[in-house]
C-alpha cells in the first residue's frame, strides 16, 4: 500500500465512477492493472448507508466514497495522466471529456503536443497529456492548483508537505515572467514535488476562480502506528473546526485523513458486528485512537 491514497467524495455515485474510471483506463492503456479492488458499506453514519469503493488505476490507488451531496468536485485538484502516444490521449479524452466541461480544449500546446483538460461526468478534473520523450515514472500525478487567498504558496506548500513527510522533496519549478499578468513574477506556473516517494504537482493562479480546495478530495495518510497518526495530526491540522473522524485541513485549506492501515481490513471484515462497532467507535472521534479501534474490533 502507497503511503499516500487521494480519496473522492461523491453523493451516491461511488460504485458507478469506480467501475467507469476502471474500464475507462483499462482499455485506453491496454493494461490489467486498472481495477475495483474492494467495496464496503457501512451503516448508520450521519449520512445514513455509505459505500466505499477501493480501486486501482494503472496500479495507482484510490478510494471513493458515496457520502451525499455535502462536497462538489472542481479543478482546484486535478490529475494529470501522463500517455505515451497521441491515440491514447484521444482515448482517454473521449470518454473522460463525454458528458462533462473542457477547460482546456484538446491540441498542441507548447508543454505538450496532445494536451486537453477537463471535468468529467462526476465534476472530476483531469489533465490528460502526451509525455513525448519524457519517461513516465508515474502514470497518474495529483495536481493542486493555488487560487484565491493561497494564490502565490504554491512553493511554500510544497516545501511545507516535504518537510512533514518522509521521502519528500521540493523538486523542478517553472515561475510565471513578466508581462504573464495577472499572474505575480516568480510565482509557480508549474512545480513537481514527490511525497512519500510519490509525485505531485503543483500550480499558482492569480485569475478569478470560484473555486477552492475543499472535502471532495482530500489524501489519505496512511499510517502504522499511533505515534505516526500523532505526528502528521499535529503537523498538518491548522482548522479546528475541520477536525472529524480522522479529516482534518492544513493550512492552506487542503484536506488530509490522518488514517490507520489497520482500519482497511477492519471496515472490508465481512462480520458485520465488527465493522458496525468499529463504525460506531471512528464516528465518535477526530484523531483515531488506534487501540480504541482495535478494542471496538477485537472484543465489542
Known amino acids: 500500500m502507497k503511503k499516500i491514497t487521494p480519496h473522492l467524495w461523491f453523493d451516491k455515485e461511488a460504485k458507478q465512477a469506480g467501475e467507469f474510471y476502471t474500464s475507462v483506463f483499462s482499455k485506453a492503456t491496454g493494461g490489467n492493472d486498472s481495477r475495483v479492488k474492494n467495496t464496503t458499506t457501512l451503516h448508520n453514519t450521519p449520512s445514513g448507508s455509505v459505500d466505499i469503493v477501493d480501486i486501482e488505476l494503472c496500479g495507482q490507488g484510490f478510494s471513493l466514497i458515496s457520502a451525499g451531496p455535502l462536497f462538489k468536485f472542481n479543478p482546484s485538484v486535478s490529475f494529470m495522466v501522463a500517455c505515451k502516444t497521441r491515440d491514447e490521449v484521444d482515448a482517454l479524452w473521449k470518454e473522460l471529456s463525454r458528458g462533462g466541461s473542457v477547460l482546456m480544449e484538446l491540441g498542441a500546446y507548447p508543454f505538450s503536443e496532445r494536451y486537453g483538460w477537463t471535468q468529467d461526468q462526476f465534476g472530476l478534473s483531469w489533465q490528460v497529456m502526451a509525455a513525448g520523450d519524457h519517461e513516465i515514472r508515474q502514470k497518474i500525478t495529483p495536481c493542486l492548483l493555488f487560487v484565491g487567498e493561497v494564490c502565490g504558496k504554491a512553493e511554500e506548500a510544497m516545501q511545507f508537505y516535504a518537510s512533514v513527510l518522509p521521502n519528500s522533496k521540493a523538486g523542478d519549478i517553472f515561475r510565471y515572467e513578466r508581462g504573464e499578468d495577472p499572474d505575480k513574477p516568480g510565482t509557480v506556473k508549474f512545480g513537481a514535488f514527490t511525497l512519500c516517494g510519490q509525485e505531485f504537482a503543483a500550480m499558482d493562479s492569480a485569475r478569478t476562480h470560484n473555486f477552492q480546495f475543499n472535502e471532495a ?84
Open 217 to 300: 478530495i482530500s489524501f489519505i495518510v496512511n499510517c502504522e502506528t499511533q505515534k505516526d497518526i500523532d505526528y502528521y495530526w499535529s503537523k498538518l491540522s491548522a482548522v479546528p473546526q475541520a477536525e472529524m473522524c480522522g479529516w482534518l485541513k492544513d493550512k492552506y485549506g487542503l484536506s488530509w485523513q490522518i488514517a490507520p492501515t489497520a482500519m482497511n481490513a477492519m471496515l472490508a471484515s465481512k462480520d458485520e458486528r465488527k465493522v458496525a462497532r468499529v463504525t460506531e467507535a471512528f464516528l465518535k472521534m477526530k484523531k483515531f485512537d488506534l487501540e480504541t479501534l482495535k478494542q471496538a474490533y477485537e472484543q465489542g
